[in-house]
């Protein structure tokens, strides 16, 4: 179904659903795009209004958690800009490209069990201590995270934040910082590239709809929750886990779609046609 369609009490229920997935995302610097993905998709809301609206949640979480960081000195701008420089220009191809809906499904399956993995792993929390930044791999990782991150509608943080510290570049708290300021610049890049891809199109992003305003102030509180405590105090492992499982379960639903869901896709696409 598409965002326009959702009844009342599915709109609160995924606003609740979005607040908890932005409490879990930004205790450690993270705008919560996989989650939010994961949860449309469990909902089975069509493929055109993912991108769009997960990223824009991301804006929203990934800058009060910048902020918050930023204020504990978790953000190293000297780290930061290297991946940037070609993740913005990257994201924005992203987000201009649209992918045929049964590939997409099935790349953000492959992103879900990624994200999930990401959350289920333990990765090294090591001191102050840091391995140097080589320029070029930095340049490298941050245009494949940035295509890939427009491409899917995520802010790459899932990605960027195990390279990061297993390759022992920065600590953990300054990988939380650092990850929320690339998912804002990340998902603000793909965005503009899917807005650019409109108005060639003529399409209509689902911006209009009054439930994004809800989703905003839903993500809005739960940032404001996670990014307090996730500054102060990484979040806590088991948490993490109990979101991959509904990562999983979202990318089983992208893999093997019912048959309830695909009757309804295949009938807007022959009445748009």
């Known amino acids: 179904m598409s965002i326009d369609q959702l009844a009342t009490n599915d709109i609160a229920l995924l606003a609740l659903a979005f607040l908890i997935v932005a409490v879990l995302y930004s205790l450690v610097g993270h705008g919560g795009g996989s989650g939010y993905l994961a949860v449309m998709a469990l909902y089975g809301i069509l493929p055109a209004d993912l991108r769009p609206i997960a990223l824009a949640l991301n804006v929203l979480v990934s800058s009060i958690g910048l902020v918050r960081f930023a204020k504990v000195r978790a953000f190293e701008i000297k780290i930061f800009w290297p991946f940037v420089v070609t993740s913005i220009p990257c994201a924005f191809i992203g987000g201009y490209i649209e992918l045929d809906p049964t590939i997409y499904k099935i790349a953000l399956g492959v992103i879900l069990l990624f994200s999930a993995y990401r959350l289920f792993m333990h990765l090294p929390t090591q001191g102050e201590k840091t391995n140097s930044l080589p320029l070029f791999a930095a340049l490298v990782c ?132």
């Open 142 to 273: 941050g245009s494949v995270i940035g295509l890939l991150s427009g491409v899917i509608g995520v802010g790459g943080g899932i990605f960027l934040s195990p390279i990061l510290l297993l390759m022992g570049w920065a600590t953990a708290r300054q990988t939380a910082g650092i990850s929320a300021g690339f998912i804002l610049v990340n998902s603000l890049a793909g965005l503009a590239g899917i807005f650019a891809a409109s108005i060639q199109d003529g399409t209509t992003l689902p911006f209009s709809n009054v439930s994004i305003i809800i989703f905003a102030a839903a993500v809005v509180m739960g940032g404001l929750v996670g990014s307090s405590i996730g500054s102060k105090k990484l979040g806590h492992i088991s948490l993490r886990r109990v979101l991959a499982v509904v990562l999983v379960l979202a990318a089983v639903k992208m893999f093997f779609p019912s048959t309830s869901q695909s009757a309804p896709e295949s009938a807007n696409e022959t009445s748009d046609s």
